[in-house]
């Protein structure tokens, strides 16, 4: 079993910077990247940023590209995404999620349901 516990969510206005903190736990030594994703109220859950544990290659959706950076720390078992440039279109609660199967695609890092694991979310509120 994992555990995932996403953390630095807050309000911060539209331009401001955020860190989200997501640790792991529990039998991740089997992953192949962990990710975050983002659900706005009303929306669907839509894909942020994943980065392969072996080797750090990152990837990002569009909407997010040179504002948000994902890094990832071994020995704090831990990722991160930085939040920079943030916009009220930014707004929604953010989730930490880990992809375990070796058997991957970049299109498949960007499905939801391709995740084995997921936090409980955190709240990022831009206001204009």
């Known amino acids: 079993q994992v555990q995932l516990v996403e953390s630095g969510g807050g309000l911060v206005q539209a331009g401001g910077s955020l860190r989200l903190s997501c640790a792991a736990s529990?039998?991740?030594?089997?992953?192949?990247?962990m990710g975050w994703f983002r659900q706005a109220p009303g929306k669907e859950r839509e894909f942020v940023a994943t980065?392969?544990?072996?080797?750090?290659?990152?990837y990002y959706a569009d909407s997010v590209k040179g504002r948000f950076t994902i890094s990832r720390d071994y020995a704090e078992n831990s990722v991160y995404l930085q939040m920079n440039s943030l916009t009220p279109e930014d707004t929604a609660v953010y989730y930490c999620a880990l992809y375990i199967s070796p058997l991957w695609t970049v299109s498949s890092f960007r499905v939801a349901d391709r995740y084995d694991y997921w936090g409980q979310g955190t709240q990022v509120t831009v206001s204009s």
């Open positions: 980065i392969k544990w072996s080797g750090g290659t990152t």
């Open positions: 529990g039998r991740t030594f089997s992953r192949t990247a």
